[in-house]
């Protein structure tokens, strides 16, 4: 059996990591483990992310405002607390509403895609 190199755990406070603007009216920041990746988003009111899917298993957890959800086809509004599970390949979007929304996906495995 081969050992795993041990790494120290990461304590960070999101006010000293990097926002970096991805388009217009939304901010991410981000962290990367080994093996998954954590996001904060900030989106301005009334943007739209296109419906989309991707290989990474995400949880989302709403931490301000009101998303209008699209999920394989249904519609739901969520707000701050709620949390969703998208398994991999799920096809979703989101539409903000009338406010700031903040919220933090989580994926694995990580998004090198973002890197």
Same mark, same amino acid.
């Given at each position: 059996? $081969?050992?795993?190199?041990?790494?120290?755990? @990461?304590?960070?406070?999101?006010?000293?990591?990097?926002?970096?603007?991805?388009?217009?009216?939304?901010? !991410? /920041?981000? $962290?990367?483990?080994?093996?998954?990746?954590?996001?904060?988003?900030?989106?301005?009111?009334?943007?739209?992310?296109?419906?989309?899917?991707?290989?990474?298993? /995400?949880?989302?957890?709403?931490?301000?405002?009101?998303?209008?959800?699209? $999920?394989?086809?249904?519609? !739901?509004?969520?707000?701050?607390?709620?949390? $969703?599970?998208?398994?991999?390949?799920? !096809?979703?979007?989101?539409?903000? @509403?009338?406010?700031?929304?903040?919220?933090?996906?989580?994926?694995?495995?990580?998004?090198?895609?973002? @890197?």
């Amino acid at each position: 059996m $081969i050992a795993e190199i041990e790494t120290p755990a @990461l304590v960070t406070d999101w006010d000293t990591v990097p926002v970096v603007q991805t388009a217009p009216g939304i901010k !991410r /920041q981000m $962290i990367v483990g080994r093996k998954m990746t954590m996001c904060r988003f900030t989106f301005d009111p009334f943007v739209v992310t296109d419906e989309h899917s991707h290989p990474h298993e /995400q949880m989302t957890l709403i931490i301000k405002g009101k998303v209008k959800f699209t $999920i394989s086809g249904e519609t !739901r509004i969520l707000s701050a607390g709620d949390v $969703i599970h998208f398994p991999s390949n799920n !096809r979703h979007g989101a539409t903000m @509403l009338d406010e700031e929304v903040v919220l933090i996906d989580i994926f694995s495995p990580v998004r090198e895609d973002f @890197l």
